[in-house]
């Protein structure tokens, strides 16, 4: 179990995308050049937030993770996630609510995380994390891209890589069972 929340928290921490982080880009294909009108980057930080948002409306996520034990990967494992929506909360803080399910458990959780930007990419980021209801606290980098997520997590003794695609997907009654498959449930 707590690998899987783990894997949960790395999931929460990719839970963005889409091509709806691409800033807009002219006719002839090119950026323009960064100016010094100082409204000019706010505006552009409101519109890749969101479309963060919006990106993080009725989420899945479906991929693969692995171990990496000794400085090697562990064999691949599958994964979905569902994430049914993101706000942001001031600064870079924003809260992700995530669809945890495991074992007989099914709930939605608010999961609090930073956002940051690489450019017109978001880098989810989850510094020393305790799960609600596990024992050790997590950490994760998820960078996210044109419908796809690729990061990496740690938790106590254990560590791992994730990547795979995301797809929006029709609301859910939170408390509903699912078909989608955990880790746990893949163990």
């Given at each position: ?33 960064a100016t010094p009108n100082r409204d ?84 989810i980021v989850v510094d020393n994390l ?58």
């Amino acid at each position: 179990m707590k690998i899987a929340w783990t894997n949960l928290v790395a999931f929460v921490v990719l839970a963005a995308g889409t091509s709806a982080f691409t800033q807009e880009t002219p006719a002839g294909g090119e950026r323009p050049e960064a100016t010094p009108n100082r409204d000019a980057p706010i505006v552009a930080a409101q519109t890749l937030e969101a479309r963060f948002a919006a990106a993080l409306s009725n989420a899945t996520f479906n991929g693969r993770w692995c171990l990496l034990q000794d400085g090697k990967m562990g064999a691949e494992q599958e994964d979905k996630y569902t994430i049914i929506g993101a706000q942001k909360v001031g600064g870079d803080t924003w809260l992700i609510r995530t669809r945890i399910q495991y074992g007989e458990r099914d709930f939605v959780a608010p999961l609090p995380v930073q956002v940051k930007w690489a450019g017109d990419t978001a880098v989810i980021v989850v510094d020393n994390l305790a799960m609600p209801g596990g024992s050790r606290a997590y950490s994760a980098r998820v960078l996210v891209h044109d419908g796809t997520y690729a990061g990496t997590w740690s938790g106590g003794d254990h560590a791992g890589l994730l990547m795979g695609v995301i797809t929006r997907t029709q609301p859910q009654n939170s408390s509903a069972a699912s078909d989608s498959t955990t880790r746990e449930e893949a163990r």
